[in-house]
């Protein structure tokens, strides 16, 4: 069973400065909500509980996000902005919260590895906060890959198409397909330069690991950019045993670029914010009339 969400958050989000000088890129709120929020709340509906966070120098808000802020709570208490505070108090008792510090940023591969003694010997799953995704027409991608996993028993990375110019941003896999939107991968290049790109598979921020990539991981040199890179230890796992690739049902937006920021924040107020606005207000119209009544 996954119980065990990694979050790595340790990176300096570069490309979304200066916001980001001293704000971790995964508290920036789209609309009312930060970015780290979706994801633990995309978490828990996959049905997991042990929330694991690779924290860095400057996240310390991360921590406060998920404490309760006492003087806060006592200001507001009794008033109609309680409710504001619902989903978070929610998600905390839901959940536990464990932190650890990546002391440098070396790569993703380095803060999974970092991750490794919150985790344990056992399957997780891994979101990347800055990618938001959303699926409203059923479970979350992350249920949908804990799904999978139930099925197949091996590490899973979330692929989705992107246009050739943008692919040599992205990890991006080969393999053969096995079944509706999953592909067993055969291999797998972390930027490749423009025109060796094996397909236009790109992996997003959503993986379920298998614990064996740990040792994967210390056995990897630093790759691309200088960087431990999650895609050369998860090419090992899949030449020496079996990774799959599903592309995802939903909507996934990167929210540490500008555009896909806009993007998903556009989309949150339109399709998430203000018909949840429209639920909550018919709902206390109605519990006004049975009272009249
Ligand atoms: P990114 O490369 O997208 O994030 O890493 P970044 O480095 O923060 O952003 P830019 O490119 O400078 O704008 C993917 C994910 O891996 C985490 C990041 O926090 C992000 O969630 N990461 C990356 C770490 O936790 N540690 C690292 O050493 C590198």
């Not at 958050?9 to 709120?29: C, D, I, N, Q």
């Not at 909550?280 to 049975?290: I, N, P, V």
């Amino acid at each position: 069973m996954i119980k065990k969400c990694l979050f790595p958050a340790a990176g300096y989000g570069t490309r979304f400065l200066p916001a980001t000088k001293s704000m971790p890129k995964e508290m920036m709120p789209v609309v009312n909500k930060p970015l780290i929020e979706y994801g633990v709340e995309e978490a828990i509906e996959a049905g997991l509980d042990g929330m694991c966070l690779v924290t860095g120098r400057g996240k310390n808000t991360l921590f406060d996000h998920f404490d309760k802020n006492y003087e806060l709570e006592h200001q507001i208490s009794g008033t109609n902005k309680e409710d504001l505070l619902v989903d978070i108090r929610h998600l905390m008792d839901t959940a536990s919260f464990t932190y650890i510090r990546q002391r440098e940023m070396k790569g993703l591969g380095h803060a999974i590895l970092t991750g490794r003694e919150l985790i344990g010997d056992n399957p997780f799953a891994v979101v990347l906060a800055d990618d938001l995704c959303v699926n409203e027409e059923g479970p979350g991608v992350l249920a949908q890959m804990v799904a999978l996993y139930k099925q197949f028993r091996c590490s899973i990375v979330a692929v989705q198409e992107v246009p050739k110019e943008d692919i040599h941003k992205y990890g991006v896999i080969s393999g053969e397909v096995i079944k509706d939107n999953i592909f067993r991968v055969d291999d797998m290049v972390e930027k490749p330069e423009p025109g060796t790109e094996p397909s236009n598979l790109a992996i997003i921020g959503r993986y379920i690991l298998t614990p064996d990539i740990f040792e994967l991981i210390e056995n990897t040199e630093p790759g691309k950019g200088g960087e431990i890179q999650i895609t050369d230890a998860l090419l090992k796992q899949a030449k020496t045993g079996c990774v799959l690739a599903y592309k995802f049902k939903g909507k996934r937006f990167d929210c540490g670029s500008v555009d896909g920021y806009i993007e998903a924040t556009n989309y949150c107020y339109e399709n998430i914010y203000l018909k949840d606005k429209q639920k909550t207000e018919l709902g206390k119209h109605s519990t006004q009339k049975s009272e009249e009544a």
